[in-house]
C-alpha cells in the first residue's frame, strides 16, 4: 500500500516562505512521477507542479516563478518550496503519485493571512 | 489552457438509480502518442480525492464495476449504474494530455 504524508503547512504572512514535504512509502519513488495539487477552502481542485524521476519539472502559470517543486529519491521525499505567497495561495495542498495522479496524501493546509 | 465544464454541476441521486456527468474539455484530448488522458476522481466528504478512471475507461482496481467511463475528443462521460449511499461526494474530471493539467469544476453528488 502506497502512503504519502505531506508536512510542513502552516499560518503565514503575505510575502512570506513554506517549504512543503511529503515522505512517501513506494522502495520505487525514484522512477515515479509525483505532483502537488491544491484546494482552496470550498473550491475545486488546481493542479500546481510535477516533477520527473529524473527532476525536470513543471508548474502552474499561478505559481511559476514563487513555487518550486523538487525531488530527494534517497529519502523518498518530494518537496515544494513556496515563496512570496499570497493570500489566493490559501488551500490544502495534496502530494499526489504518478502521471495519472495514482495515489493522494491527506493533505497539508497552509493558510496566508496577516 | 485546456478548460474543461462538467455538467450538471449538481446531481441529486435516487439510491439505486443511475446517473451520469458530462465532462467537455475546450480542444481535443487526443495526444500525439494517440492516447487520451482524461481521468475522473471522487472526492468523498472530508476526504482526499481518489482516482476512479483513468484514460477515459480504465476502472481502478477496488472500484466498483457500477462506476464506467466512455467518450472521446472532447466528450466525456462518467455513469454510475446504480446509485449507493457510500457514492456521495465530488466528482472531477482532469485533463493531462496538455500543460497545464486541468480540472474539471465538481460536479457534486448527493442523495434526495
Known amino acids: 500500500q502506497v502512503q504519502l504524508v505531506e508536512s510542513g503547512g502552516g499560518v503565514v504572512q503575505p510575502g512570506g516562505s513554506l517549504r512543503l514535504s511529503c515522505e512517501v512509502s513506494?522502495?520505487?519513488?525514484?522512477?515515479?512521477?509525483m505532483q502537488w495539487v491544491r484546494q482552496a477552502p470550498g473550491k475545486g481542485l488546481e493542479w500546481v507542479a510535477f516533477i520527473r524521476n529524473d527532476g525536470s519539472n513543471e508548474h502552474a502559470d499561478s505559481v511559476k516563478g514563487r513555487f518550486t517543486i523538487s525531488r530527494d529519491n534517497s529519502k523518498n521525499t518530494l518537496y515544494l518550496q513556496m515563496n512570496s505567497l499570497r493570500a489566493e495561495d490559501t488551500a490544502m495542498y495534496y502530494c499526489?503519485?504518478?502521471?495519472?495522479?495514482?495515489?493522494w496524501g491527506q493533505g497539508t493546509m497552509v493558510t496566508v493571512s496577516s | 489552457d485546456i478548460v474543461m465544464t462538467q455538467s450538471p454541476l449538481s446531481l441529486p441521486v435516487t439510491l439505486g438509480q443511475p446517473a451520469s456527468i458530462s465532462c467537455r474539455s475546450s480542444q481535443s484530448l487526443v495526444h500525439s502518442d494517440g492516447n487520451t488522458y482524461l481521468n475522473w476522481f471522487q472526492q468523498r466528504p472530508g476526504q482526499s480525492p481518489r482516482r476512479l478512471i483513468y484514460?477515459?475507461?480504465n476502472r481502478d482496481s477496488g472500484v466498483p464495476d457500477r462506476f464506467s467511463g466512455g467518450g472521446s475528443g472532447t466528450n466525456f462521460t462518467l455513469k454510475i449504474s446504480r446509485v449507493e449511499a457510500e457514492d456521495v461526494g465530488i466528482y472531477y474530471c482532469m485533463q493531462n494530455t496538455r500543460w497545464p493539467f486541468t480540472f474539471g469544476p465538481g460536479t457534486k453528488v448527493d442523495v434526495k
Open positions: 499526489v503519485s504518478g502521471y495519472y495522479f495514482d495515489y
Open positions: 513506494l522502495f520505487t519513488f525514484s522512477r515515479y512521477v
Open positions: 484514460k477515459v475507461s
